[in-house]
């Protein structure tokens, strides 16, 4: 019964609306229906048994990481990777870096251009030596297949060893496409 009356009161003031909108007249300011005060249950909430209790110096949540999870740049597994995926322009900048590391270890990619004359980065033996056994697993790698050392010579004797870092990677390229 007392669900019926708030509903018949409710009614009358949604009537009451809209004759109000249809007059002509200058609008009226409505006027609020007091609802009846409901007494509103009080809720306790009630500790979870299960629950696991955070402390302040709980672990931060995790934070998305964008950071590259992947070989170190210039290192032989990245090199090859890179020669197995078919980039063989990172791969030779790759190399380079590796080469010249060992003389100058604060050099990074951003120092290898591939207009860079390749004596710039074969500074000494050991960094030739580095060169030259990175593009031979490189280039194994991409062929899928081994190639024999003095298969090998014959293609690192065939590198400008005055040329370009770009001379370098055309002639793999040209290796690498059987020509």
């Known amino acids: 019964m007392k669900m019926q009356s708030h509903s018949r009161a409710l009614a009358c003031v949604a009537l009451a609306l809209a004759l109000g909108a249809c007059s002509q007249s200058a609008p009226r300011k409505a006027t609020a229906v ?26 931060p949540s995790p934070v998305f990481d964008e950071e590259y ?29 590796a080469a010249v590391h060992n003389d100058y270890p604060l050099l990074g990619m951003r120092d290898v251009r591939l207009t860079d004359p390749v004596s710039k980065f074969l500074t000494s033996a050991h960094a030739a030596t580095t060169a030259h056994d990175y593009l031979y697993a ?22 400008p060893q005055q040329g370009l870092v770009s001379d370098w990677t055309k002639q793999i390229k040209r290796v690498l496409a059987g020509r």
Do not use: C, N
């Not at 609802?35 to 048994?49: M, W």
């Not at 490189?138 to 590198?159: F, N, T």
């Open 138 to 159: 490189g280039v194994q790698r991409r062929l899928g297949r081994p190639l024999s050392p003095a298969q090998w010579e014959q293609i690192w004797k065939g590198l």
């Open 69 to 97: 999870h992947g070989p170190d740049q210039g290192s032989l597994e990245s090199v090859t990777a890179l020669f197995a995926r078919g980039y063989i322009e990172s791969a030779m900048r790759e190399t380079m870096l």
């Open 34 to 59: 007091a609802k009846p005060a409901a007494p509103k249950a009080v809720v306790v909430p009630q500790p979870d048994p299960d629950a696991v209790v955070q402390s302040a110096v709980a672990e």
